[in-house]
């Protein structure tokens, strides 16, 4: 385990030298030109989760998704289409226990098109935690996993066009 968080650390750090437009969170500071990005992404994915995922609005999951939206999860497979995510979101409500995510960490990577000119979308990198809690228990931790979301401008309005979830751990 201790190799691993190395390895992550050396990773970031060799990411942060390829680019001056990488932005991280709650270890580094965030570079002051990408602050306003950095703060958009960082309020869609509390509304895709803390609104979206956790308290079941599928209002709000319609909203912040593309229509060719696509989902890859290293353990349940393929969700390859906006219509399956949002029934998949829905479906949260039959279980037998009360589901939850946390944003641990996050860092945002610029994307423009025309020589760096327009921006067209971010990168949103980041670890999560999830939890589940039955009535009458107290609230564990399932899992740790890692994310990779990309946010494209569609219409002046960000959306949530892929999704990467993998590297999930159980807790010890």
Same mark, same amino acid.
């Given at each position: 385990?201790?190799?691993?968080?190395l =390895?992550?650390?050396?990773l970031?750090?060799?990411?942060y030298?390829?680019?001056?437009?990488?932005? /991280?969170?709650t270890v580094?500071?965030?570079?002051?030109e990408?602050?306003r990005?950095y703060?958009? =992404?960082?309020?869609?994915?509390?509304?895709?989760f803390q609104?979206g995922?956790n308290q079941?609005? +599928?209002?709000?999951?319609?909203?912040? +998704?593309? &229509?060719d939206?696509e /989902?890859?999860h290293?353990?349940?497979?393929i969700?390859?289409?906006?219509?399956?995510? =949002? @029934? !998949?979101i829905?479906?949260?409500?039959?279980?037998p226990f009360?589901t939850w995510?946390?944003?641990v960490?996050?860092?945002v990577?610029?994307?423009?098109?025309e020589?760096?000119e327009?921006?067209?979308?971010?990168i @949103? !990198?980041?670890?999560?935690?999830?939890y589940q809690? !039955?009535?009458?228990?107290?609230?564990r931790? +399932?899992? +740790?996993?890692r /994310?990779?979301?990309?946010?494209?401008?569609?219409d002046g309005?960000?959306?949530?066009?892929r999704?990467? &979830?993998y590297?999930h @751990?159980?807790?010890?």
């Amino acid at each position: 385990m201790k190799i691993l968080k190395l =390895i992550s650390i050396i990773l970031i750090v060799a990411l942060y030298s390829c680019s001056n437009k990488v932005i /991280f969170t709650t270890v580094d500071k965030v570079d002051p030109e990408n602050e306003r990005l950095y703060n958009i =992404i960082k309020e869609k994915d509390s509304l895709l989760f803390q609104i979206g995922f956790n308290q079941i609005d +599928t209002i709000q999951v319609e909203r912040l +998704t593309s &229509s060719d939206f696509e /989902f890859y999860h290293d353990e349940h497979g393929i969700t390859d289409s906006k219509s399956s995510f =949002i @029934q !998949n979101i829905y479906g949260i409500k039959s279980l037998p226990f009360k589901t939850w995510r946390t944003l641990v960490s996050m860092e945002v990577f610029p994307m423009y098109k025309e020589n760096s000119e327009i921006l067209y979308g971010v990168i @949103q !990198n980041g670890t999560h935690d999830f939890y589940q809690q !039955n009535e009458g228990e107290v609230a564990r931790k +399932t899992n +740790t996993a890692r /994310f990779t979301h990309l946010w494209i401008i569609e219409d002046g309005e960000w959306k949530l066009k892929r999704v990467l &979830s993998y590297d999930h @751990q159980v807790p010890e």
